[in-house]
């Protein structure tokens, strides 16, 4: 997919350690000198080829295993209150218009803290979220403090912001909200679609992104594709 990106937004992508390259025009070869057709050789009786051998079952220990029937269940689901850092966000923001970005962090209360945060947050401007009002963070609760009844059941969520797009960012977000035993390969290769219908889509985590500068360009594909599918979905 290629994106319209001014100068701000390919600085942002520079500060993500992602370069965009433009491909040059082919050369103009001349076309190859026409090649004489050889002599064909006379023929000579050619042995029929044995048949391979089946391969051989593989041992029980070496079986793939069973995925687990157990997943966890949208009640298992928490989010912390969700954070609106953009223009027009925040209490009273128009639902149907922003997108819910779930991730886990160190600071559920400010996803944007730390130099994750401020990788984040370079993401989200390089894909222009900062015009979309109403864009939400909302942090995955595992095990939410005794009396907190502050956190919200992923339905809940839906249902008050009522997103085009969430976007999942690390495998702990997208296996508790997709309900998916997966690898993280698997869940980026594909698109998802919540229990309402939201479309969803998954890709790293900014932490990890830190660790392994080197996933940056197939994370930043992974929100062009996030990008290109929510254009192309009827709110």
């Known amino acids: 997919m290629t ?3 001014d100068k701000r937004q390919r600085a942002m992508l520079q500060e993500m350690g992602i370069t965009l390259f ?7 070869t001349p076309p190859p000198a026409p090649v004489p057709a050889p002599v064909a050789a006379p023929a000579s009786p050619v042995a029929a080829p044995r048949p ?4 051989a079952p593989l041992p029980k220990a070496l079986a793939p295993a069973p995925a687990s029937a157990a997943l966890p269940s949208d009640a298992a689901v928490l989010l912390a209150p969700p954070v609106a850092p953009y223009a027009r966000g925040g209490e009273g923001a128009t639902p149907g218009i922003g997108w819910l970005v779930v ?8 996803p944007l803290s730390g130099d994750a945060g401020r990788l984040l947050d370079n993401m989200l401007r390089a894909m ?6 109403g864009t939400q963070l909302a942090a995955l609760v595992r095990a939410p403090a005794a009396g907190d009844k502050s956190a919200a059941t992923l339905a809940e969520t839906l249902a008050a912001l009522r997103p085009p797009m969430v976007l999942l960012l690390g495998l702990g977000a997208a ?8 690898p993280l390969a698997q869940l980026r290769a594909g698109t998802h679609r919540l229990a309402d219908g939201t479309p969803a889509v998954v890709s790293y985590d900014p932490a990890y992104l830190m660790r392994a500068p080197q996933a940056k360009a197939a994370a930043w594909a992974d929100l062009c594709r996030a990008l290109a599918l929510a254009r192309h979905t009827p709110r």
Do not use: F, I, Y
């Open 128 to 133: 222009r979220l900062h015009h979309q009002p």
């Open 175 to 182: 296996r508790a909200v997709l309900g998916s035993p997966e």
């Open 103 to 110: 991730l886990e962090c160190a600071d559920a209360a400010d």
């Open 22 to 28: 433009t491909a040059p025009a082919p050369a103009r």
């Open 52 to 55: 391979a051998p089946l391969p």
């Open 3 to 5: 994106l319209r990106l």
